[in-house]
């Protein structure tokens, strides 16, 4: 999808924000927990962050691998505008490594003419306009590593009265956080398993940061989000471990926080593994919902019982989904239209 406006051409990297110079004339980038040491003409690990002459650029910047118009329930969030389009764009690179990943014709797409557009802050915003989506989202790689473009955009889209959603592992450093979510209305946060051996073996990341962004998220603004998990058969979906992540958001992000359990399918580097079963995600749903969560789903699978809403309290079906599509909607604004307890989230 491309405007008039969206050339096929070039642009010069953007000087990036959030690094400083380093030992043996490399630099280091500050922006997530990987702190690269990036040397002349080196890109860092997420490959669109590069050191020319001395300073970092962005080369990101401007260049979207393409839009598309998404359900908000794809990203997925459930308690934010449902029912609503998302105009969803993300650029080439990620700062995660996962093995499993599920974009990674996106997250590890070279950046080049045939695989990106040229679209301004002001085109995305636009595009949304013109195509009456209330939302924008950045998404399908990370939108931390093209944080400088995040912040430009989602700057004009508040001003224009449309909202911003980042779909993201929250893999950030904590000063560089505050700046590339000053304007986010929401967020859909993979947590994508809750033990260090995962995140190490299969993410090259840390869990320890992703948990502190949540904390982070839920403590220090108003950005409404919700969790999502994708299980892995014999890798993050024993029910000791669900458990576990279970405990935790009780305890550090409350009852009310909208959790997803979502099915893997083979891809990428773990093309070997079997998909997950859909007993595997009623089960971790069951877990999560007799522990005391309030709003649990599951996705990549049908299943409407696990993707419909239900008032915690009478247990009247709210919002009844098959897969992205919203079949019922009988919310009295933020309320159950049976008994009138308040549904966390943003419904209007």
């Known amino acids: 999808m491309q405007t008039d406006e969206m050339k096929t051409c070039l642009p010069a990297g953007k000087l990036a924000k959030w690094w400083e110079p380093a030992d043996n004339n490399k630099i280091l980038c500050t922006l997530c927990p990987r702190y690269c040491k990036i040397g002349e003409g080196q890109p860092g690990f997420c490959y669109i962050r590069q050191n020319h002459g001395g300073k970092l650029y962005t080369i990101g910047y401007g260049r979207p691998t393409g839009f598309a118009i998404d359900p908000v329930e794809k990203k997925p969030l459930n308690h934010f505008l449902p029912g609503t389009q998302i105009l969803s764009f993300g650029t080439a690179g990620c700062n995660l490594g996962c093995k499993f990943c599920q974009n990674w014709s996106i997250s590890k797409a070279k950046l080049d003419d045939e695989n990106s557009v040229v679209a301004s802050p002001e085109d995305v915003v636009k595009l ?74 299969l993410t090259f990341s840390h869990l320890n940061d992703v948990l502190d962004t949540l904390i982070w998220l839920k403590n220090e603004t108003d950005i409404w ?39 893997f399918h083979p891809d990428f580097r773990m093309l070997d593994k079997n998909k997950t079963p859909a007993k595997t995600l009623k089960d971790a749903r069951n877990i999560a919902l007799s522990m005391g969560i309030k709003f649990c789903y599951v996705g990549n699978v049908f299943n409407i019982e696990g993707q419909t809403t239900y008032c915690p309290e009478c247990k009247t079906e709210l919002i009844q989904r098959n897969w992205h599509t919203i079949n019922l909607n009988v919310m009295n604004n933020d309320k159950c239209s049976n008994c009138g307890t308040n549904i966390p989230g943003v419904f209007n």
């Not at 989602?154 to 001003?159: D, G, L, P, T, W």
């Open 128 to 201: 949304a306009k013109q195509y009456g989506t209330p939302s924008i989202a950045y998404t399908y790689n990370d939108p931390t590593i093209f944080g400088e473009y995040v912040i430009d955009i989602s700057k004009i889209a508040r001003e224009e009265g449309i909202k911003n959603v980042l779909v993201t592992a929250g893999y950030i450093d904590k000063e560089a956080r505050k700046e590339v979510y000053q304007y986010a209305d929401a967020a859909n946060v993979d947590l994508k398993g809750f033990t260090e051996r995962f995140y190490h073996k």
């Open 225 to 263: 989000f919700e969790i999502t998990t994708l299980l892995i058969p014999d890798e993050n979906d024993n029910p000791e471990e669900i458990k576990q992540e279970c405990e935790w958001i009780l305890k550090n992000l409350g009852d009310s926080l909208p959790l997803h359990f979502t099915a």
